[in-house]
């Protein structure tokens, strides 16, 4: 069975069917951009419950109705430096294959309609940077998002927080 859920590989394959819309949110300097269609709703930043022995960029589990909902703090996940948390910093609810995940950014900034001609591939950064995760650059006027392919990477192994779908 296939699953209709699995992204575009490419940014070609991203922006062939049209716009491509976009929450933008903020970390460290840079801005990013993901899919609307896999955010759920935003919070603001409450504590958590922390799990024992999970990796530092989890930062804990929260009950959001009912769901147990694992929570990751992405400056941590990509390396951003220390996080703060303040009355801006922002958990944006995922629902990524059924699978309810929290990601905390340091603020959101808005949404943005791209078309395909303001999405450029990612650089090819050869071992440097991983540019699995990545969906390409958004251009709008001065701005530059670096476009997460956040069905990717929360399914990647290294996260394991989404089960990958049966071939």
């Not at 070609?12 to 300097?29: D, I, N, Q, R, Y």
Request: glycine share 8%; net charge negative; proline share 6%.
């Amino acid at each position: 069975m296939n699953d209709t859920l699995t992204p575009p590989k490419t940014a070609s394959a991203a922006t062939a069917v049209g716009p491509l819309e976009v929450v933008t949110f903020t970390l460290g300097k840079e801005e990013y951009g993901i899919d609307i269609q896999r955010v759920q709703e935003l919070r603001g930043y409450d504590a958590v419950t922390r799990i024992a022995n999970a990796p530092e960029y989890i930062k804990g589990v929260v009950n959001l109705r009912g769901i147990i909902v694992p929570v990751i703090d992405m400056r941590i996940k990509f390396n951003l430096g220390t996080p703060t948390y303040d009355q801006f910093t922002v958990v944006i609810v995922l629902n990524i294959r059924g699978r309810v995940v929290g990601m905390v950014v340091d603020s959101v900034s808005d949404v943005i309609t791209l078309e395909p001609g303001q999405i450029k591939p990612p650089p090819e950064m050869g071992a440097a940077l991983d540019t699995d995760y990545l969906i390409g650059l958004g251009t709008l006027e001065q701005r530059m998002l670096i476009l997460v392919d956040i069905d990717k990477l929360m399914s990647s192994d290294e996260m394991g927080l989404v089960e990958k779908a049966a071939a």
